[in-house]
Nanobody, 117 residues
Framework: QVQLVESGGGLVQAGGSLRISCAAS????????MGWFRQAPGKSREFVAR????????TYADSAKGRFTISRDNAKNTVYLHMNSLKPEDTAVYYC??????????WGQGTQVTVSS
């Protein structure tokens, strides 16, 4: 069993930067691929970024490419999402998730990111 807890969300002005974190419990964190998803009000949850268990492979949604960077520190059981050049349309609840392959079996409770114009 893995528990995921996001942190670091908040209010930021458009054009600003923010780093959100996801801390995982359990000794199997390094075995899991990790992803970040987001859900804006009135919209469905969407994929943002993914990182492989080793950190050697990353994938981004088109909306995140060039602005967001996903990274992980397996020694700290933590995955990060560095967000630059934030836009009001990035406002959402951001969730981290973990799993084997391309399935996500574990989800955090989410952290709110609000970008003001």
């Amino acid at each position: 069993q893995v528990q995921l807890v996001e942190s670091g969300g908040g209010l930021v002005q458009a054009g600003g930067s923010l780093r959100i974190s996801c801390a995982a419990s359990g000794r199997t964190f390094s075995s899991y691929n990790m992803g970040w998803f987001r859900q804006a009000p009135g919209k469905s949850r969407e994929f943002v970024a993914r990182i492989s268990w080793s950190g050697g492979s990353t994938t981004y949604a088109d909306s995140a490419k060039g602005r967001f960077t996903i990274s992980r520190d397996n020694a700290k059981n933590t995955v990060y999402l560095h967000m630059n050049s934030l836009k009001p349309e990035d406002t959402a609840v951001y969730y981290c998730a973990g799993g084997i392959g391309y399935s996500y079996d574990y989800w955090g409770q989410g952290t709110q990111v609000t970008v003001s114009s």
